[in-house]
């Protein structure tokens, strides 16, 4: 979510992502997902079919971010192609706006590829090449009858039509009616709580701060002048913003990304409401004290000295050279519109609709897809409902069913809902039951496949493989991500199974490691999301780097240019646009095809662009960091088949509503589904018991105290050895020694700077300034170190801010420079800095946890919660620094209601660090230790 809540959530997924940036040079394959009913007539008559699939926008809604800049590209070469032939563009009537009752399925048709049948019914449509002469399509939940994903396919004879279904309504004859509204009711409302508590938190911070210091906290740009860009984002308008005059100026340290939502304002408007004017009435008509933003847009790109902005309409006087702007970091509500999109699914039953779903098309539609066939003669034409909804049902609304009233589920070996969906693969289901033997190791046959995995972790897979829903705790990030990576590899290279399969997770990180894990692996995946949070080095996997390799990109090229020549409004050029989109149509149906696993986070997973796939097999990374209804949108897509992996001991779901926290919205699905009071509570389960991140100077506190001594090592060898290069000591002055001479791997800095409250949040600008000095300190030591080995975490936001502003001092990284050589001069730029709940998930060579607090109360906050300790202490793998006030943690108290006792586990920390003497004492302590 924005940074309107009060922390950073760092990696995890900004709301209003836009992502596949000019997705191709030119038009697209507007039949694979454009186009609707009439759009052969539209070509002919010379109309732009792009435009006017973009009239069927509905309010001042944005389109699905993943999508807009694609829309934006065909829209934008297309003005190109016919520039001067139809500058009047035909509007069609979109539906009546659904009623309040079933605003789902409003929200679940918006802003798909939209077009009207004869009887103006809402219909979408894909194609792409996987049917064979026109025989019915196998059934998606038995992968044994589908062709390998890993098989190159030929496009020449087939093309199978996806069409979405309508939505199932809730009926008497639904067994799982009552839980449904019981469920639905219950997480709907609470994200609508977390909305309006996040709306209300950005409302309050324009009413309460004056502009010059949310410039300075990096809320604001402001004194910004605004030119409207030429290409439209999908309809939309887009603007440009920068400082006005020459010279390029560039803006200072912000918090505005690409996919922020942001406030567009005028620069004199006082959002502030000053005490003595809070009942004045004289606001600007645009906006004014308490009244919040004028406009709402995206951030769709951003540059150091310019930010482009998208808006759902046109704002007045915005280019007029005489107005300055001001933008604010907003709110988006995507993650609300795709909560309630997939839990207007949850009546849809997937295996009814894959048994029901294909037939052979229209000659009508049959002829309307030839119009833009690159070669149509003696193609066969079906159709296939796309999957929607999940088959988990009887699992997930278990604990919302009335007892008794649930029907148990008929036996019928043909309906996967009883077991996993690969328990017809004798081959498969032989090495799970061997690996899952109780009371031994796993037991190897002749044939079976190669898995240099410990004991834990070939269970793990074997319980992912042969159960439709499992649970796995996994600690550390190198232990579970192999064990993904390892279970998918068996999937596609051993038993090459080819239904698809998709692997997502909370963060963007996350999904990054996997999608370059399965890469190194063999795998071909498809990395697909908002290109400004994909790892840059994960190019050449994302949908732009396939199609750019595609052996017909010359051919593309080729016919861009021939297109382009032609004369406008030709019958040339007729043809020649046909021929284009039908390439790139065939490019996209090849690229799609080959694919084996595609990797999204949460949010991304159902963008428009991935209904060519249907997901019948889910890995779902990071479950513990989900709140519960993010946690139901990647399994909407036909998921029949799943795998959690988490760990419900570090931090819950970021929730920062009251309501919401206390109605459960802050409990994951997999903390739900885990615990033993559920009603899941049989479900299969089991632990990873080896950690592979940190050195075991620096592990040992949480194995004890967090998971009662059931994990062991995994970075030392037999003989003592460590591994992955944790050998390797740290030079500064900031640590101690043990016995030995050598440096302790977890060292405290104590001090006695006092914390101040900031903007509702807590800062201590002294402890920021210690933590600096010991950052430029590692970077001047270590030149093995880059700024990138390095994070600094803190628990608050107020801290992060000052935090930043020091390392970021332009002064400071100047005096810096002249002490670092060459390549490593911007080091300190590198330093990732970020909450501790931004943090989870995540790792560093070196870690440096500022704790912030330090008053005379004793007083902790919420960093009484064990989780976000242990989160705080299991992030570094070599070396851990800490820094705070002793006396404050070592007689932590508690919050009045707080059940983990986390300042516990503060008390038990500081008399460990103390008894190893692992602590610099501040200089009031130093001749006299407590």
Known sequence: MPSSKSFNAGDIEEPDDIAELSR?????????????????????????????????????????????????????????????????????????????????????????????????????????????????????????????????????????????????????????????????????????????????????????????????????????????????????????????????????????????????????????????????????EMSGPGQGPAFVGSIVKQEPGRLTVMFPRQVPGLDDPRNLWRLDLWVSDIVLRRTEEAFATLNSDPVMIDSQSTRMAAEQKRREIEHYDEQPINRSYTRETILSGTALRDILLKDFSQPGRAVPFRKDPSHPQRQGIFSKDMLIMSWCRRQLRPGGVPLEVEGDPNVRLNTSQRKAIAMMLSERLSLIQGVSRKGKTRTIIEALHLLKSHWQVSVPILVTGYTNTAVDNLA???????????????????????????????????????????????????????????????????????????TAAGIDVVCATCISSVSRLLQIYDFPVVFLDEASMATEATSIIPLTKGCAHLAMIGDHKQLPPVVISPEAKNGGLSRSLFERLIQPKSANSLLPTIMLDTQYRMHPAISAFPIEKFYNNSLSDGTVENDGTLRFGLEKTLDTEFQTLDKTGAPHRMTFIDHDEPEIPYMGSIQNQGEANIVSSIVLDILINNPDLDGSDIGVIAPYAGQIGALERILHDPERLEHLSHLLDGDRMTAPLAVEISTVDGFEGREKKIIIFSTTRSNPRHAIGFMDDWRRLNVALTRAQRSLIVVGNYPTLSNARGFHGNRTKGHLYWVDLMRALKRKDAILWSERRRTTPP
Request: glycine fraction near 6%; charge should be positive; aromatic fraction near 10%.
């Open 24 to 284: 191709f040079d030119s038009s697209s394959d507007l039949d694979l997902f454009d186009l609707g009913s009439t759009e052969a007539q539209m070509m002919e008559a010379g109309t732009s079919p792009v435009k006017d699939a973009l009239i069927h926008r509905a309010d001042d809604h944005f389109f699905e971010p993943q999508d807009i800049e694609y829309l934006a590209e065909l829209e934008h070469r297309m003005d190109e192609m016919n520039e001067g032939d139809h500058p009047n563009v035909k509007t069609r009537q979109v539906e009546p706006r659904f009623n309040a009752a079933s605003m789902s399925q409003n929200l679940y048709q918006k802003f798909r590829s939209e077009s009207f049948s004869k009887k103006g019914s809402l219909e979408m449509h894909y194609t792409y090449g996987l049917g064979r002469n026109g025989k019915s399509i196998p059934s998606r939940f038995d992968w044994r009858q589908r062709a390998t994903s890993r098989t190159r396919k030929q496009f020449g004879k087939d093309i199978v039509q996806r069409v979405m279904p309508a939505l199932a309504k809730s009926s008497k004859d639904n067994r799982w009616r009552d839980a449904i509204e019981v469920y639905s009711e219950k997480f709907l409302n609470l994200q609508r709580k977390e909305f309006e508590s996040e709306t209300q938190i950005a409302s309050n911070r324009l009413s309460s701060t004056p502009k010059w210091q949310l410039v300075q906290q990096g809320f604001c740009i402001a004194d910004v002048a605004g030119t409207w860009v030429k290409q439209t984002m999908g309809g939309f308008q887009t603007a440009s913003f920068a400082f006005p005059g020459k010279g390029n100026r560039r803006f200072v340290w912000n918090r505005l990304t690409t996919g922020s939502a942001v406030g567009l304002s005028p620069n004199d408007a006082d959002l502030f409401v000053h005490k003595e004017d809070a009942l004045s009435s004289d606001a600007s």
């Open 516 to 590: 370059e894990g399965l890469t190194n692996r063999g795998l071909k995946v498809l990395r697909y999301g908002a290109k400004i949070r994909i790892r840059e080095s994960l190019w050449p996997i994302t949908l732009d780097g396939y199609i750019e390799r595609h052996p017909s990109q010359r051919n593309l090229n080729s016919l861009k240019l021939k297109t382009f020549a032609a004369s406008p409004g030709s019958d040339e050029r007729t043809a020649l646009q046909k021929k284009l989109f039908g390439l790139e149509r065939h490019m996209m149906q090849e």
